[in-house]
């Protein structure tokens, strides 16, 4: 079987983001002539500065950009020379403030994201284990990747959950030197903190256990002499602790900083870090501006700045609490979010707010999970008490606006973000009105049996197994099984306008899935080990249009109207409510064609991500009487392939259709399967029941191809079949091959599997078939079969975006 062509990181990122910079809210830059800190000007229009990561407002301080003039006078624009050799003269007295801040030994770097390259893969060793806080920021994750190639451990869990870290210490103390656990001391997207009190107890109770903090969020608006958050809150620096700061955001220069007790661990950094030895070290000017903030951070006057921008969180805290506005987390940093939930409610509610003179980030994939996108704003000394007033008094005019024309509930959006629900919220009141308003008629029916079979064959039958028969099989096949992962839950829905024109139509199950299905056959294989174990590790329940038994085209849509998009609105709330009566933790919309830029643009700002799916593959040229006239419709290329891989063997093979068959020759046949699918890890999924083979005995809509090596081969012991496929004939009279079983043995020797190809098209041409669907991948050996192979996409959308995150970090190198 050819391998899965997965998605790309990276594209679907791209998307995301240039979604964004079409909605006017992304890579948008300044016009101003000149930067207060307190406005941005942007097309055109002065806004509020309320997006700054620079809370305490030093880079607009006079003594700041006089340093930093005096700097560039005196020594230039930059120092060309790495600092292995000779460090900028202004180094020194750098160094030396920072540690009298700290009380401890810094490192200066170019920036954090250096800062971790350099000092993560020099503190971590190969006997190591490294644990990630699901929500730690991406540049330490970055720097984990480094670890992978020399065959370290990186695991993952849940976001602060202390019970889940403390089991992986227990499971990993034994096997490892030293357990890092890697935190941000302050989370940039919702302003939530690490809980430091009882990780410093757990770094007490474990000898194993270090922490490292990225506290870049933390600085300088809170602790002694602004040394930050962390510092705030532990008061001594753990001599297990490595803590990494910032020089710029609210220390107003640039550049960053490695603090920890141990001068050992110092100095190995510095003699080879990475980054700190190839990199060039910080300009002249950022050097003088950072000396300058160091010496405001060792006076008082940090105090007095540090309660400013304080009375101006508890300010803007005491607003949003009154005005009844959902915040992710209330605390005193200056980080405040509040929850939109889909990305297009993002882009909605930010517009708004710039229209209104607002200047505000948005919180997107994949910073965090595509459903809880959300308004990220932030609160600095350059922002007034007015100013916040008229911030929030926008923000409560606008939200509930945006969500009646995005056609959300509040509640809705809380449910996302797991925040409390709004007793008595009529919002759900209107909306299930909305679900049954005059413009649509919904049909949502739990079984095939109560939709017309004339009317759903209309829509889908043609499409694949699932016209009225096969669903009908199906549903019996995946039912009353002692297994969970062997039921499954049938959804049907058909939206009519109201003159009763289809305008959507689709099935979707609910079921058990592995969370590796889609991952790389490497990943699937490790995960398989626990398995053994543990039945049901990384296993979620997922709500998927259609089901992994179909593929095809499982949405009908109209497009000619205008308001296909509400319809499939209509069919995303029912949806999502089945997705939450489930406790499943993902949606899947399969098998588009990747061509329509219109239907994709929609669905992004619905929330859901493109991911990329085998290609399917299709023969939709029958019109041939003889084997000749099917060769004449190939290239020379694939004539020649065909003649001397599969027809050169054909005579050794019988070929026997059956429409039922022994329990001892099922048993056989389901063998030959699992020979097949025990191979197969790029798409990883649970095995089937037996009653769905055993049901096509029943059903006369399948059959099965059994094929067979005869006398002439010249292997007297090879009785069983060499190989089975399991076939389904659709009420068009489309013929599918959908399960292959083989026998491994001869495969190479008699090219089996092409043969089944070719043995398929001959069995679809005999029963006047129209086409053949072939399933998905291997798209290579099937066009030379004279198939078209589609490219395929889904759409997913997670409630979080843990399992997916903690199945990559497994990608690990063995030693």
């Not at 062509?5 to 909605?23: G, P, R, S, W, Y």
């Not at 992986?168 to 357990?179: E, M, V």
């Not at 019996?476 to 305008?503: C, L, M």
Request: net charge negative; proline share 4%; with cysteine.
């Amino acid at each position: 079987m050819a391998k899965t062509k997965h998605n790309n990181f990276l594209d679907t990122v791209d998307e995301i983001f240039t979604d964004a910079k079409n909605q006017g809210v992304f890579h948008l830059y300044t016009e101003d002539e000149a930067y207060s800190g307190r406005h941005l000007q942007i097309n055109g229009k002065q806004l509020y500065h309320f997006g700054t990561t620079g809370y305490l407002g030093l880079e607009q301080d006079p003594r700041l950009k006089q340093a930093a003039i005096d700097a560039i006078i005196k020594y230039g624009t930059q120092f060309p020379l790495s600092k292995t050799f000779v460090s900028f003269v202004l180094y020194k007295e750098l160094e030396e403030k920072l540690h009298e801040m700290y009380q401890n030994p810094v490192l200066v770097a170019k920036n954090s994201t250096l800062c971790h390259l350099a000092v993560i893969p020099s503190i971590v060793r190969d006997e190591d284990v490294v644990i990630l806080d699901h929500q730690v920021h991406n540049s330490v994750q970055s720097a984990c990747q480094m670890l992978k190639p020399r065959g370290i451990r990186v695991e993952m869990i849940r976001h602060n959950n202390l019970n889940m870290l403390e089991d992986r210490i227990k499971a990993l103390r034994d096997k490892h030197s030293k357990i890092w656990y890697m935190v941000d001391g302050v989370y940039s997207m919702f302003g939530d903190v690490a809980p430091l009190p009882e990780l410093i107890q757990l770094l007490e109770k474990y000898p194993q256990f270090h922490l490292y903090a990225d506290d870049v969020h933390g600085m300088s608006w809170a602790g002694k002499h602004g040394t930050g958050y962390v510092m705030s809150t532990i008061k001594e620096l753990h001599e297990k602790m490595v803590l990494v700061g910032t020089l710029s955001k609210s220390f107003g220069a640039s550049g960053s900083m490695m603090v920890c007790k141990n001068k050992e661990i110092s100095r190995y950094v510095k003699t080879f870090g990475g980054p700190l030895s190839f990199s060039a070290q910080l300009e002249p000017p950022c050097v003088g501006a950072a000396v300058a903030s160091a010496k405001i951070h060792l006076s008082d006057e940090i105090y007095t700045m540090q309660n400013e921008i304080a009375n101006k969180i508890t300010y803007c805290n005491s607003l949003l609490k009154e005005a009844n506005i959902p915040l992710m987390e209330e605390n005193q940093c200056p980080v405040f979010y509040i929850p939109t939930g889909l990305p297009s409610s993002g882009y909605n509610m930010s517009k708004r707010l710039m229209d209104d003179g607002f200047y505000v980030n948005m919180g997107i994939f994949p910073a965090v999970p595509v459903k809880n996108t959300g308004i990220r704003f932030t609160i600095s000394r350059h922002n007034q008490f007015k100013e916040i007033e008229q911030l929030v008094d926008a923000i409560k005019y606008h939200y509930p606006r945006m969500l009646e024309q995005e056609g959300r509930t509040e509640n809705e959006v809380r449910s996302s973000f797991k925040l409390p629900l709004i007793e008595g919220n009529n919002n759900n009141t209107e909306k299930e009105k909305d679900n049954n308003d005059s413009d649509f008629k919904v049909i949502h029916k739990t079984s095939i049996n109560e939709i017309d079979s004339q009317e759903w064959n209309a829509l889908l039958g043609s499409k694949g197994i699932f016209d009225s028969e096969g669903l009908k099989f199906m549903e019996k096949a995946f039912s009353h099984n002692e297994k969970p992962e062997e039921n499954w839950d049938f959804h049907y829905v058909i939206i009519k306008d109201k003159v009763n024109r289809v305008i959507a139509a689709t099935f979707f199950t609910v079921g058990l899935y592995k969370d590796d299905m889609m991952a790389p056959a490497s990943i699937s294989k490790q995960i398989e080990e626990e398995r053994l174990k543990n039945p049901y590790y990384l296993t979620s329940k997922v709500v998927s249009m259609g089901s992994l038994v179909t593929e095809g085209e499982h949405l009908y849509l109209d497009k000619e109207g205008t308001d296909w998009k509400n319809a499939l609105k209509k069919i995303f709330a029912i949806i999502n409510e089945e997705q939450d009566k489930a406790g499943a933790t993902m949606i899947m919309l399969r098998d588009f064609e990747d061509t329509d830029s219109e239907l994709k643009e929609f669905l992004t700002g619905q929330g859901f991500i493109k991911a990329t799916m085998p290609n399917s593959c299709v023969i939709e040229n029958l019109n041939w009487n003889t084997t000749d006239e099917y060769l004449s419709t190939l290239s020379a290329r694939s004539r020649k392939h065909l003649r001397t891989d599969v027809l050169k063997f054909e005579s050794f093979f019988d070929v026997e259709i059956k429409d039922t068959v022994t329990d001892e020759e099922l048993q056989r046949y389901i063998k030959l399967f699992q020979n097949v699918k025990s191979r197969n890890f790029d798409i990883n999924t649970f095995d089937y029941p037996t009653k769905f083979f055993k049901n096509i005995s029943d059903s006369s809509n399948w059959e099965f191809m059994i094929l067979r090596l005869n006398e002439s081969a010249g292997e007297p012991d090879m009785k069983d079949p060499l190989a089975v496929v399991f076939c389904y004939r659709n009420e068009s009279n489309i013929y599918t091959p959908v399960f292959l079983g083989m026998n491994y043995e001869h495969l190479d020797k008699y090219n089996t599997y092409r043969q089944v190809i070719f043995q398929c098209l001959k069995r679809a041409k005999s029963l006047g078939s129209p086409k053949v669907y072939l399933g998905l991948s291997a798209s290579l050996e099937k066009r030379k079969f004279g198939a078209r192979a589609i490219p395929k996409v889904a759409f997913v959308q997670a409630k979080d975006n843990f399992n997916m995150e903690f199945i990559e970090t497994m990608a690990v190198k063995a030693n």
